[in-house]
């Protein structure tokens, strides 16, 4: 039986013409066109949760302390129940500031958790309000962390600021629809392959028939009309479930500022050529109180 919707609008050799195509996919939520788009879908119920967790990050340190770095973890901090696994980070702002150092201060964060080997520039994340920069940004942020704050020499301050707002570039509507999904392989289960046939079986309710089912006419399978088989199979041309994953996983769940809280560190650096004029054997004490805004977007959330 043909895997292909056949109509007067689809012809029979859909397939081929969608591998032919396949190539314009696009995840960007925009209205029909000629070319295979993602469209955007409905809003699902979802139980997401939020909060701010408001951290004081203060202590007394010495000028090799804050030259080799101060790190804060955000799970020492007494806050209350917070979400498992990932969330997104709506917001940082800083509610005061008090520094009696004489030299600059960068404090940056491990946002979306993205591990020490990559650069938060390619994160995939950008910063609404704008990343800060500093000379030597290379020394004072550790690879997998993020420039939240440049505190200036002896700043004291109580006005509330924003540093970091999320713009993923990823729409919101695909963030509360694909947010529990996890990347690479995990996308697979419940696709099986055979070997030497160019198709796969597809579990009825995996999130690919559902990207396929929204772009059916772009895409020339219409998986409603589908026969399931074994009352929970729908048999799919392997070169489209690939394309369709490969564009979910790249375009979409690569892009999300997804943050584990329980992991959230803020680390806080002097440049060493300021930090050099400071008096050996003095400490120096450093207060700063931050407004971290999060919230849930589904309520399985991949860790």
């Given at each position: 039986?043909s895997?292909?919707?056949k109509?007067?609008?689809?012809p029979?050799?859909?397939?081929?013409a969608?591998?032919?195509r396949m190539?314009?996919?696009?995840?960007e939520?925009?209205?029909?066109v000629?070319e295979?788009?993602f469209?955007?879908p409905k809003?699902?119920?979802t139980?997401?949760?939020?909060?701010?967790l408001?951290?004081?990050l203060h202590?007394?340190y010495?000028?090799?302390?804050?030259?080799?770095g101060?790190t804060?973890?955000?799970?020492?901090?007494?806050?209350?129940?917070?979400?498992?696994g990932r969330v997104?980070?709506?917001?940082?702002?800083?509610?005061?500031?008090g520094?009696?150092?004489?030299?600059?201060?960068?404090?940056?964060?491990n946002?979306f958790?993205?591990?020490d080997?990559?650069h938060?520039l390619q994160?995939?994340?950008t910063?609404a309000?704008?990343?800060?920069?500093?000379?030597?940004q290379?020394?004072?942020?550790?690879?997998?962390?993020a420039?939240?704050?440049?505190?200036?020499?002896?700043e004291?301050?109580?006005?509330?600021?924003?540093h970091y707002?999320p713009?993923?570039?990823?729409d919101?509507?695909?963030?509360?629809r694909?947010g529990?999904?996890?990347?690479?392989?995990?996308?697979?289960?419940?696709i099986?392959a055979?070997?030497?046939?160019?198709?796969?079986?597809v579990?009825?309710?995996?999130?690919v028939?559902d990207?396929?089912?929204?772009?059916?006419d772009?895409?020339g399978?219409?998986?409603p009309?589908?026969?399931?088989r074994?009352?929970n199979?729908?048999?799919?041309?392997d070169?489209?479930?690939?394309?369709v994953?490969?564009e979910?996983?790249?375009?979409?769940?690569?892009?999300?500022?997804?943050?584990?809280?329980?992991?959230?560190?803020?680390?806080?650096?002097?440049?060493?050529?300021?930090?050099?004029?400071?008096?050996?054997g003095?400490d120096?004490?450093?207060s700063?109180t931050l407004?971290?805004?999060?919230?849930?977007?589904?309520?399985?959330?991949?860790?």
């Open positions: 039986m895997i292909v919707k109509s007067s609008q689809t029979t050799n859909a397939v081929s969608t591998e032919a190539s314009g996919l696009s995840l939520p925009i209205a029909r000629e295979p788009v469209v955007a809003s699902e119920p139980m997401p949760g939020s909060g701010i408001h951290l004081n202590g007394v010495s000028a090799d302390e804050l030259v080799n101060v804060w973890h955000a799970s020492d901090f007494d806050c209350g129940a917070v979400p498992e997104i980070v709506d917001q940082i702002t800083s509610e005061a500031i520094s009696n150092v004489a030299s600059n201060l960068m404090v940056s964060a946002l958790n993205s591990g080997d990559t938060y994160s995939g994340v910063n309000v704008g990343w800060v920069t500093a000379g030597g290379s020394q004072l942020v550790p690879l997998g962390y420039p939240i704050i440049s505190i200036m020499p002896n004291y301050s109580r006005s509330s600021t924003v707002r713009g993923s570039g990823v919101d509507g695909l963030m509360q694909y529990h999904l996890s990347t690479g392989e995990n996308l697979r289960k419940n099986v055979f070997p030497g046939e160019d198709y796969y079986y579990a009825k309710d995996h999130v028939l990207i396929i089912e929204r772009n059916w772009a895409l399978q219409d998986v009309h589908e026969r399931v074994e009352g199979w729908i048999k799919v041309s070169t489209l479930v690939d394309k994953l490969d979910l996983n790249s375009k979409v769940l690569k892009h999300m500022p997804l943050t584990d809280l329980a992991g959230l560190n803020f680390k806080m650096k002097a440049d060493k050529t300021l930090a050099d004029y400071l008096e050996e003095k120096y004490p450093v700063l407004a971290v805004s999060y919230r849930s977007i589904a309520p399985e959330i991949s860790a």
